[in-house]
């Protein structure tokens, strides 16, 4: 009895040190105390034997193998380096500059398998400077009033020449360059405001406005140019004296974008009048934002020195310089017409250029650093300027439609009534609260000086994918008014503008097959990344040494995640340490759906090997899973930012179960399609000891939802806040008038509708029967007029534009404009 008894103690003590992350140290120490009491009682009640000896022999044995530093690296650590050497797939220098770019935030946290919250929720709210909210009260809603985008798509294919020159003076493209250059130096939260709002009135505009804020010139000079650079290229820059642009993607190079055809080769040459080291340039780029009207271009391209000018190196690797566009040799001015939205893209070329070494960003001394730069400035533009372009795009798309679905009737009831549309509207809301919540917290941790790629690789993927869907949903919902082009259409460039976001910056299906869990494991992964380093190191007993740490804490973590995930299968993750409050469920979930991901993580990466980058399926449903986790942390930290208002509690209900549903449902199609029958079967029985649980948001909740989207309330008005209303001689500020007439005219109407039902008054225009109905006083002379004002203010809302069939002839693009 006491030995099946002290057995038992071992197992449930084995099994709580390994899901508390006890070191070896501490559990050697508390199992050796175990079996020291059971020797006690053993020898008191004179039952010691052979048994007792054997299960001492045991355990001294593994006690010492594992705690004595040199027998453990000599058993076990050095064979283990031997084999780990043999199978880790080849690292090129751009591959290992991209994995260590940049920071490891909340991410880190998801993969760890136990997420301290207190980390997360220690960030700073969301919340702009005064100066950065006067900038967007002031000058943002200003160019926003002179931006007509049906114009600047169908008439000019560009921005008016005042709303450059605002665009210039009010240093919209200097938001990154210090004050000290004369730029803004607005925080990447307020960047990411300034570009949610404008992309809610011009797709265009805020396209042209990211580029300059997020990977171009100004950023790699403030970061590692010069001091004569900064000097002169930054103040310029901050005035709009020069417009920038960046070229990287080339006609052979796309998502493999370190695969450079564009070379310079060091060599003497002429510059003003002197003979001067410096580099002869050729390159062909496309799809460059400003390169029309650039006047400085920055310039990726791969860099040979020959004849040794520099120094001993031949291919110096990827580098950037700065071009100025107006020398011999460099064409730019053709453009691009991406689907509709023109603002100014297009190929830029260079034959034999010559520019000075000092050209180089940051100098000679930078040469062949290019990839580090791009990479180091590419993590935390891609949370930023795609991100808020699409949310801009949707959160604007949500508000008309959730206006439009309140005064669009059919049947004699709001369309948003409907089960179908409220079903389309709630999906639309859930998103919209997502893409915010993750667009500010992510800003806000970056502005708190995170630099976060993988973070940003979630949220260019899962925000643009998200706005994809909102789109197709406010057209589906506007139908007809959706798909008919004109000034009174405020949806179908933002709708057509969503592929050009989605390709952008690392197209979607690269970044969710490749990108996100590829450099995910390496980058937050607690162990992976000191097991690469150990194996890099050339020192035998430094590696050695290095790996022994590495191997032993991967394996602990391992095992933890192993027993934390049974675990809290089994109790459905109750009693798991969060925050207290209504969302408490939600932290707890995630806690558990984060052991399991880690302990698939390991799974794959230990089973896999060096194919799993291969394994592109495998890798995506890897992704989406710390993805979806990722996500739903962000809803739930702008809900405490918030306040826990209760009117937007079901917005982050239904976020968190949408999104906690699909990673349940990923990593169960992750095990049906894991190779193998043994790994998948022993992986399913400690991820889902009770099968699965978690249930997509009920049709309540969605209802609940859709009827806040075509109210007017708090909870609408949060959600859309960023979106810039405009007066009544815009589309939205029409249907937002209209929304809030809406309350106050359906009781009047309803009482018309009871009499013409009664046959008091015949079936009629509307405006016919609404008099009529003054006259037989079923409503007030009053309630006429307000009537009356408002059927012609939706008719205004739901008429759509024709066009005589000369004014659909098919014009050429202008020439650039003289601004440029």
Known sequence: MLTAITCLLLITLTFILLYRGAGLITATLVLGGVLVAYTAAQLITAQAGVGLVISWGIFLLAAGLLNIAPLRRALISRPALAGFRRVMPEMSDTEREALEAGTVWWEGELFSGRPQWKELLKLPKSQL??????????????????????????????????????????????????????????????????????????????SLIAVPNSLGPGELLEKYGTDEQKNHYLPRLARG????????????????????????????????????????????????TLAPVATVLGLAFRLLDPDGLMGDEKDYGITAALVPTDLPGVTTGRRHFPLNIPFQNGPTEGEDVFIPLDFIIGGPAMAGQGWRMLMECLSAGRAISLPSNTAGASLAGIAATGAYARVRRQFGMPIGRFEGIAEVLARMGGFGWTMEAARRVTATAISEGEEPPVAGAIMKYHITEMARVVGNDAMDIQAGKGICMGPRNSLARGYQSIPIAITVEGANILTRNMIIFGQGAMRCHPWVLPQIHAAGETDPAKAVREYDQALFGHLGFTMGNAVRSLWLGLSRARGTAAPKGPTRRYYQHIARFSAAFALMADFAMLTLGGSLKKRERISARLGDMLSYMYLASMVLKRYEDLGRPKEDLPFVEWACRDLLYKLQEQLHSLLRNFPGRLVPGLLRWLVFPRGRSFSAPSDALGNEIAERLISDGPSRDRLTEIVFRGGEDTAIGLLEKALKQAETMEPLDK???????????????????YRKAAELSVISREAEKQLLDYDALVTEIIAVDDFDSDELGTQPLPGIPAHS
Not at 752 to 768: F, L, N, Y
């Open 129 to 206: 400077s005064e100066e950065e909210q006067a900038f967007l009260d002031g000058p943002v809603n200003e160019l926003c009033g002179m931006l007509d985008e049906w114009r600047i798509t169908h008439e000019w294919a560009d921005l008016p020449p005042e709303a450059w020159r605002f665009i210039k003076e009010k240093g919209f493209f200097a938001m990154i360059i210090p004050k000290a250059y004369g730029g803004l130096e607005f925080s990447a939260l307020a960047q990411s405001e300034v570009l949610t709002r404008v992309a809610g009135c011009s797709p265009t505009a805020a």
């Open 751 to 769: 009482q018309v509708r009871e009499a013409v039902k009664a046959g008091k008054i015949d079936h009629a225009p509307t405006a016919d029967q």
């Open 241 to 288: 004296d020069e417009i920038p642009c960046f070229g990287l993607t080339g006609p052979r190079n796309g998502s493999d974008a370190a695969s450079l055809t564009d070379t310079g080769v060091v060599c003497k040459g002429e510059w003003q009048g002197e003979t001067v080291t410096g580099i002869r340039l050729n390159w062909q780029k496309r799809y460059i």
